[in-house]
Each structure stands twice: as C-alpha cells, then as structure tokens.
C-alpha cells in the first residue's frame, strides 16, 4: 500500500505547473515538479534527519499553582513542588531544574535526604516517589503506592533511613528509604488514643520525632489531639486533647516544649512536665472586646519556633488576623522577642520555611532567612536585619507580572546588545534589596562551550515589554519599556474613549518586531496601534508623531467614471506634518455615530525620554462609522528602507517612518487589480443607508472631491457623503500638489450609489490589466473607503455594522490568561484552520462583523473549500462575507523582483492573505541619503500573485546556493548624540541583495512561502514553482519559521495536533515528525516560537516559559549545559553539649531504628497495603531516555562494553575455577600415593 501511494505521490508531483506557480492539482510532499525552470539548481543539501531530536532544555519563571516546599540546609538546594506533578529544584544562580511525575498527580510534600542528593515526594494519588539529584536530570528511584489509605503527612528524620508517613485514617506507617518498602511496625489510631476515647481523632497533620529523644514521635491529629509515642514501648507517653484544631507543631531545641497553632488563630505553648494544660495560649492578632472576649481569627496555618544564641527565639506564623478587616492582604508573621513585624504579601502564602544553617534539631537554630513560598512569586526575608529587608531574587519569577501576551526569540543576537540593555535597565532596579548574598547557593553551573547571545522578549497585557537575556540556557531580566506611557491617562470622570473603546486592558500588547542590528523596535497593540521606538543612550525631549489610517473596506458608495483617465488629484502639504487631533467621541450627538476616532490619545506634548528604546511614531486606525477598527494581524519592518508596513482583516498600509507618512492604504482587493483570482458576489446593502437610483449622480464639486481625494488618513476625517462638503474649498488650488492615480480607483473610490452592477467601458477595462496604484506623494494614497472593482464580477460585498449591544473590543486575550482546556479532537475538527482559532484567540472575526448572517458548516466543506483553487462561491450572504474580509496574515520587505520582466532585484513587500494569495509590491526608494529624506517614496502593487493552500504564514528567501537571504538593514546610530562637525552622520546600510552572493546580478533567488497546510518554494523573477509540499492535511500549521541549524537552513513547523516538522530547503523534503505536544490550550498557539541553532521556546502555563531544542548536537550538549544540583559536602558535626548541660538537661539518646522497624523485628507489611515500582534512576533511566540514532548508537556501545564486561568476568570466573580443578587434583593425587601403600589398620 505504501509503495502504491509513492507511485500515486509521483504522478501527482509530474503534473504541470502553470505560470503563475500554482499546480493543477495537488503535488506530492518535497519533489521537484517538471516544469521548465530557468536554470537547473545544484544546491547540496547538507541537513540529514540525523541531525534533529526533540528533547526539552530548560524551564523558566515561577512553577504555576505551587503546593509544597523543602529545603536541604547542608546543600543550600530548594524544592517546589505543584497542583500539575512538577517539581523544581533552585541553587546558586544557572542551577534551575525542573522534574515531572508521569502521573501528574499533585504534589503533596516534599523531603530532602539531607546532603544524600536524593528527595522523598508524596503526591495526591498516594505515592512516594524516591527521586535521585545526583544527576544533571534527576530521575526517579522507586516509588510506592499506598492502595488502601491516603498519604496525609510524612517526616524524615536527619540521618536515618526510615520515613514516618501519616494516612487519612490516623494511621502511621514506616517506609525503608533504601529499599522502599513498607515495614511491618505500624502505629495505629486505635492504639494510639484512649481506648475511652468514641470518636475518631482525625487524619494525621503533623509527625516529629523530639529534639531530646529520637525514641519519642510526637503524632498531631487534625481534632486536637496529641500524642507521644514510645516506639521502644509501643505506648503513648501522654495524650493531650485539646478543644481547637492542630495545624502545625513546632519544637524548642531543647525538646522540653513544642508550640502549636491553631484554627481559631492562637498560638499554645505545651510543657513535656505538664501535658494537661497549655502554660501560654496567646493571640497574636486578636484584640479584647469590651465584654471581654478575644475577637475571632483567621486560622494560624502554620508556626516555626526558632532559637538564636545571641537574641531572643524567632516565632514566625502565616495567618491569624482578625475577621473583621475586610480586604487586607496575606500576611507573615514575625515575632522576635517584644516585637511583632507583620509583612503583607501580594498573594496568598502557600508555605514557608525559615532557614537555618544546622541540621540537627537539637542545637540552637541560629535563622538567617525566612522562604516564602506564595501562590505567584516567591520570596526570601532576611532575618538578620531588624527592617527585614527582601532578598533580590536571582531567578525569573516575575515573568507573569503581567500576563504574557506574545513572545520573541532572537538566537546569536550582536554581542553588543545585551550589555547596553543591561546596563539601562540596572538604573531602574529597586534598591531597598538585603546587601547580603542570595541564601540558596546550592549547586554548581559553568557556562557551556558553545554559547552565543541569545535574547528573549515578552510582551504584555498591561503594556510593557521585558527583554531577556537567555544566554546558555539561563534567563534575566535586562530591560523593561512600558508602552503605555505613550499615551494620555484617561481621566477620573471621563467616560471617553478608553473607557467605551476598551473595556479591559487596551495597551496589551499582540506582536513584536524587532530589528537587533538597528535597534529599531516597533510593537502592536490591541487597539489597533503601533508604537516605533528608537534605541538611544542619552535621554530626549521630543514630541511623539502620530498617523492615523482609516482603514476600512467600504463598498457601497459608486458613482460612473469621469470623462477622463487620468484624474488629477491634489495633495494638502499640510499632510506632511502631524493633524490635529479629531474631535472627541463625546463631542458627538448622542445620535452620531463614531467616526474618525482612534481608540487611545497619543500624548501631543513634549516628553522627556529616559534612556533606552524611545518612542518616536504611533500610527493608530480609526472608527469608520461606527465600527471600531479591526486589530492588526500582521507587521513588518525594514530599518534600510525606513518603512512600516501593517496588515489586518481590511487592507494593508505602508508607513514611511523617516518621513512620519503614509505611502499606502488599500483594501485587500484593491492590492489585486486584474490579477484577482477570485470571483467575489456582492451582497445587500444596509437599507438605512441612503441611496441613489443610478449610476450617473456626480458630486456638484468636482473640486472638493478632488480635495477630499487627496486627503492624508492623518488629515481631516473623511465624511461618507460627498454632497455640499464645506471643507472641499479649504485650500486655494495653487498650493497642492498634483498626484496620479489609477483611473480604476479613483472612479471607485468616488462612486456612488450601492447595491448596482459595475460595468465598466472598453477603454477602461484595458487598464485593469496594470493598475498600479501609484501614489508619488508621500502624503497622499487612495482612499481607503473606495470600492474595489472586481473585473467580469459584480460589487464586491459591503461590511454589516457591528450591532448597538456588541461591545467593540473584548478583554485582551492574554497567553497567560487562557486558562480553557481544549481536547485535542475539538481543535482538529472545530478549528478547520487557523483563521477559525484566530476567531476564539483574538476575540474578532476574520471576515465579518454580521452577527446576525454567520452561519456555521461541516468540517468536510471547509476542507474540500480550502483544498479546492476553484473556489466557487455560493450565494449565500455568510460564505460571501466570509471570503470577502480577506485578511493581511503575513508582511515582508526583501529584495526581490516585483514582476517577471524585471532583470535586478529591487525593494519589494510581499504580502500574504489569509486566501493563500501572495502579493509582491516593489517599491521605488531614493538612494540618496538626502532625497531619502525628502522625495517620495514611490509604492506600485503590479498584480503579481502566488498561490497556495490555506492562510500564508510566512516567507523567506535563498540564493541559487542555497543560503539565506537576510534583509537588509541599517546599523544603529543614536540619534541624540552631538553631532561632531568634522564628522557628519550619515545612514550606514547593510544589504544583502542576491545579486551581491553571486557572480552574475541576474541569477535571481528562491523564494520559500509558508501557509497553513502547504510549502512552496518559487524562482524569482519567472515565479515558477519548483517545490511543493503538503505540510499536513487534517491539522493545520500554526507557526512556521526558516532557520539555521548546523550551518544550514530548514523550514520548522509547529501544527495544531503537536507535531513539530523540519523541511529541508529548497527541495522540502521531511527530516523530522515529532507528536511532540498537543495543543490544549490557546497559550501556546500564542506563543509558540522556533530561532535560529535548532531552538524554540512556549508558555506551558500562564506563569513558566519552556525552551526545547530539535538539534541533535544541542542535546548532545545539553549534559554539560545543565546545572549540578549535587555537590559532595562534608556534613557537619553535631555540637558538643558539655557535660554539665547534658547531665541537668538530659542527653540526646539514640536508638537504632533498625532493631524497631527491620524485617527481623517487625516483621513484613500487608502486600495489599501498598506496591512498590521501581524507578528508571541512575544510569539506567538516562539509557532507556536516550533517543535517537546517536542515542540508540550509545545504547548499543553501552551494551556491547556491558557485555564484553560479563565475558571477561566469566573468563576469570572460568580460569579460577580450572586452577582450583588442577590445585585439587595435584592434592588428591599426593593424597592417593601417600595413602597407596598403607595397610587398613594403619589409617
């Protein structure tokens, strides 16, 4: 059968491939197609499947839903363990691991073998597992599973062997660490409690065994009871019942008192000498009334009682405040002597743990710090200090200080970049931080041999942007911009523009672009905004230019053409300079509908600019009547051609940025012209929309319309009506400029009358074929709420108005946010491609705001209507609507070749649709430092389209030799430096044109264009297909990237069903297909991102960013990468008591556990209690995780010298054995001729 499919996978690949570079039929996966191409391409691949592997690296930020914390004061290490089965392990700073239980069952409790570099976890499906950390990548030794009781609380001596596990029952059982079974000695509820005693006394909360006798376990029952249990006598030494629930003990060093805390927020203080009564019970937070009585608490959930040699004890608690104060914040607790410090927390605390330098519980404890673990951070307070300053903390646990929105990934950054982010970003770091060192030191990390700047950004919802530095596997924090203060804080009583537009977070932030060589960093925004900022060392004051674009697909407004082709249209000089601000929303009668607005104001006063990344543009679209602007799905820049170019579900729009103006701004099917594949119906007009009976209806003034045709978007706002407009006379003719358009849209954009057939005369039709759209005025471009004309078709549809109850933007979908669990079926056969997700993910429709005409059909018509290049269109009004929104899904500047004729490459922008058409725009830019900045740049679509299958996602472009063509870029300059006279600056570009790798200019290049379901790779300038392949056919692409990996290039995919793909470049032939990670969730589709050097990275919960590597040679590398979380320390001496201390105090007495709780003695637990699995630890957990070739190779060696061992050892076993043979013959042989001669009675 697959031999057949390859036949059939042949026939298809040999199908002809038209013109346009779009196949007849479907082609096979990576075979060249027959076509003619204009040379025969000898391009040596050099990327094998070998050279791929999926292995995860590290993982970043702070372990979401955390339950559980250890500490291990020998090795300085911490353990936090989660809701979802992880565990991380935390040292010196590069010592960072995470660990994951198969099960996925939360972690309960966590328990260091004290500097033995092994860990005890208990989970909430009542396992034990015995982890081992002395490995790079701890694995699991053994583990036990409890069958007929829950695991409640466990304790682990110092120094021993024998682990003390509390159940729901009331029960405790003993656990051998060594071996990991149960033993045979268990302390059952029933003995111990009274036998007086009717109710059952709760499930165990807390075990200890005393400070002064090892022999002693002190058992706390959640109802109040207290035991202390003689495991020599098996008997309760004494009982203590008390009225209010346990939960936690704490011991004094000396173990003549313990301290407990309470549900009803007190503290009570027990004497082993007098057990019927507390001699202290205090509320720490709990005031008298005036009859009296104590007010009511929050329960004290857990107390630690630590004693100082030169100070007073240390009691620290979480919990305990009053009820009657509403709202206040989580607190902690610290007592020290008469005063009580109570520190406020920004979350919930989940535990804490005050650390100490020794581990033996009978000394003085000497508390340096106190760990406080809370629901999304982590903190450490420096006890030694009496303000009890913070600890600064090394690690990246604040990367959801905001939730993460999207997220960049730069591999082998220039090396210049993250000291000088580092260095601005250190001025702004708090400084109220303990001078003293980070306390967990446990650990030891070596930056690896092969490191290379590496810089990771995260945008989010509340606007700001952090910068990364990831460096050998590591992550910090090196600069943080808030996009926000670009803009005007709406005011207290304002109920304006924020406030209606957006209802939560309306400068989140939904795609980053960033140039490292020029430092130019430009983001978009969910209000449909782009910020550009520029990189500068020293600080400015300067006014932020802003553009506004009306962007919108209008069609409804026709009128007939004029006499004439060329009409000539005038451009206001004004346009050259920043508008004035459009009238407020509210200045509107209520009855008005929003016109011309932006959704957030632009600060239009001088700022100063701290260091760092300044902002320098803000181009914002605007409401059209009513309808509030579309978000923006794609961006792109290029720092060498000084533009900006934006896309969404309405058209395109290209900034230039040097001269703060808008180049272009056109619907999606007015970038087309002639070359409109598609065959696109109209639909009804609105029917309170005012109409005209006929086509003829021309505006009185011809004048003004020419006026408002040539209107800037950052001019003036554009009124629907073209009748008696009182602005069309504003400006005296001889101050404009001419400009030429396209006949074809000018007629459409002044055409009026909707709902009416188009029928163009002879003369005109003839132009279609080369509509250009020229715009020579830098401020002048086709208006965007013109009709585009559709050639042999009729009007193209018009847009249904979002309706009065529809809020105009949701709640910023934050990656971190999306907490809904999706199965992996849902998304393949709900979400037929990624437009229907792009629905759910940015809260939008991709082509219509019509909720009253959306309408929803099966998964086999979507896919046979994608897969299909027919495309035919039924008249219904949602399919229309549908595939009229064309959206702008992917933007590129390169140097390339805009038509076939064209013999040298010149800037051009390719654009991608969510159709699957590719666009190519060449653009005419000045060489001239001088005309740069002052003539116009000069933007022509010419019609040329590709296509391919689904939405496009990405290009990419290769010389005839196979390498990759980087676009072109200007090197950073900052701008606010003093000019030196002798030294004018000038722009200093880098171009990386095809014609400058190769011999000959005319050789052309490839071009590598990605979509959603299909690969294609193209010959530029004759735009034939050389290479096709069909990526997937039941799932969907969600990311794709060209890389370098191994000193070559490759396309990497990451689809919705998990597989993450590697295609070889230019053939497309697979290397690898991995089912690495369903998507079950939004997050990751957001942020998902493949770099450079065979690296990726994704948020795999709203709070930890996960980095994985498809390298091989990396996972080869990784060992040496990694951390040490072991490392051999000597433990510490117990202190000497002196004599007089422990003749009056009582010496500690030790007792071997082994004669109490070995087989011999106790004899063998119940099978049906608990089972025990061994673990893939050690070295053969690290031979069974090996994988691929290079891991089956080491497999096979490792076996191969495991034999050959066993060999030689049974050689030697073998020889021994035949010398033993001769040694005993040659005796028995002496024996016989000793013996030989003598008589019977001689023996």
Known sequence: MKKFRKVLDGLTTSSPVNQGGSPVCGSAAGTPSTALTPRELEIQETLMSEHFQICKTVRHGFPYQPTALAFDPVQKILAIGTRSGGVRLLGRPGVDCHCQHESGAAVLQLQFLINEGALVTACADDTLHLWNLRQRRPAILHSLKFNRERITFCHLPFQSKWLYVGTERGNTHIVNIESFVLSGYVIMWNKAIELSTKTHPGPVVHLSDSPKDEGKLLIGFESGTIVMWDLRAKRADFRIYYDEAIHSVSWHHEGRQFMCSHSDGSLSMWNLRNTAKPFQVTFPHGK?????????????????????????????????????????????????????????????????????????????????????????????????????????????????????????????????????????????????????????????????????????????????????????????????????????????????????????????????????????????????????????????????????????????????????????????????????????????????????????????????????????????????????????????????????????????????????????????????????????????????????????????????????????????????????????????????????????????????????????????????????????????????????????????????????????????????????????????????????????????????????HITTYSWSERESRENSFSRSRSSSVSSIDRETKEAVTTLQFAESYGRKSDTLPTPCLWVGTSLGLVLIIPMSIPTDEQERQEDPVTVAPTGTVLMLKSSVLRFAFLDCGGALINSPYEVWRDQHVPDVPDRPRKRKLVNFSPSSSQEASGDGHLAVVCSERQAKVFFMPSQACLYVHNITESSFVLRADVVSVCNSVCLACFCANGHIMTLSLPSLRPLLDVNYLPLTDMRIARTFCFTNGGQALYLCSPTEMQRITYSQEMCDNLQEMLGELFTPIETPEAQNRGFLKGFFGGNTQNFDREELFGEAAAGKASRSLAQHIPGQGGLEGMKAAAGGVVGELARARIALDERGQRLGELEERTALMMSSADTFSKHAHELMLKCKDKKWYQF
């Open 288 to 852: 008298t009334q005036r009859d009296g009585r104590k007010e009511s608490c929050k329960p004290i959930l857990k107390v630690e009682y630590k004693t100082s040699r030169n100070s007073d004890a240390f009691i620290v608690f979480s919990g305990g405040l009053s009820y009657d104060k509403a709202g206040r914040r989580p607190t902690l607790t610290i007592m020290h002597g008469k005063a009580i410090t109570v520190l406020e927390m920004d979350y919930p605390i989940v535990d804490f743990l005050v650390l100490c330098d020794t581990p033996y519980l009978n000394e003085v404890q000497e508390p340096y710090a106190v760990a406080v673990l809370l629901e999304k951070d982590f903190v450490v307070v420096d006890l030694s200090q009496s303000n009890f300053p913070i600890f600064e903390n090394p690690y990246p646990m604040d990367i959801h200080e905001s939730p993460v929105t999207c997220t960049a990934y730069f591999a082998d950054c220039p090396p210049d970049i993250i000291p000088v982010l580092y260095s601005i970003g250190a001025k702004h770091k708090k400084t109220s931080y303990s001078h003293k060192e980070w306390p967990l030191r446990g650990g030891t990390w070596t930056v690896g041999s092969q490191t290379y700047p590496e810089i990771i950004i995260t945008g989010h919802a509340d606007g700001s942007i952090k910068f990364w530095d990831a460096t050998a596997i590591t992550l910090q924090m090196l600069y943080k911009l808030k996009t926000s203060k670009v803009f005007e804080k709406p005011k207290s009583g304002d109920v304006g523009r924020s406030a209606e537009l957006v209802e939560e977070d309306p400068y989140a932030i939904q795609m980053i672009n960033w140039c490292p060589q020029s430092r130019i960093f430009c983001v978009v925004g969910i209000s449909a905004h782009v910020i550009l900022y520029r990189f500068s060392k020293h600080d400015a004051n300067t006014t932020i230019t802003s553009l506004e674009v009306r962007l919108q697909c209008e069609m409804e407004d026709v009128i007939s053409p004029s006499d004439t082709e060329n009409t000539p249209c005038f451009s206001d000089p004004s346009g050259l300079s920043p508008q004035p601000q459009p009238p407020s929303p509210r200045s509107n009668t209520p009855d008005s509908v929003r016109d011309s607005i932006p959704c957030l104001k632009v600060k239009d006063r001088t700022i100063r600019m701290p260091p760092g990344y300044q902002a320098e543009l803000v181009v914002q679209l605007l409401w059209v009547d009513g309808e509030p602007p579309q978000q923006i799905t794609s961006l792109d820049l290029n720092s060498a051609y000084g533009l900006l170019a934006l896309g969404n579900c309405n058209g395109l729009a290209v900034v230039d940025y040097l001269q703060k103006t808008i180049l272009l701004c056109m619907n999606t099917l007015e970038l087309y012209g002639s070359a409109d594949p598609f065959q696109r119906l109209t639909r009804s007009p609105r029917k309170n929309r005012q109409s005209t009976s006929g086509l003829t209806e021309l505006s009185d003034n011809q004048v003004s319309l020419d006026l408002e045709r040539s209107k800037s978007p950052t001019s003036a706002p554009y009124t629907p009506s073209l009748h008696n407009d009182p602005r069309g006379t504003g400006e005296p003719v001889s101050n404009l400029r001419s400009c030429h358009y396209s006949p074809v849209f000018y007629l459409l954009d002044n055409v009026k009358g909707p709902g009416r057939k188009l029928s163009l005369p002879t003369d005109l039709k003839t132009d279609l074929d080369h509509v250009n759209g020229h715009c020579t005025s830098p401020t002048s471009q086709p208006c965007p709420t013109g009709r585009a004309r559709v050639p042999g078709g009729t009007e193209g549809p018009r847009l249904a108005r979002r309706g009065p109850g529809r809020p105009p933007f949701r709640k910023a979908q934050s990656a971190a946010c999306m907490e809904v669990s999706l199965p992996v079926s849902s998304l393949t056969e709900g979400y037929p491609s990624r437009r229907a997700m792009l629905q759910q993910l940015h809260g939008v429709s991709m082509y219509s705001h019509d909720e009253h």
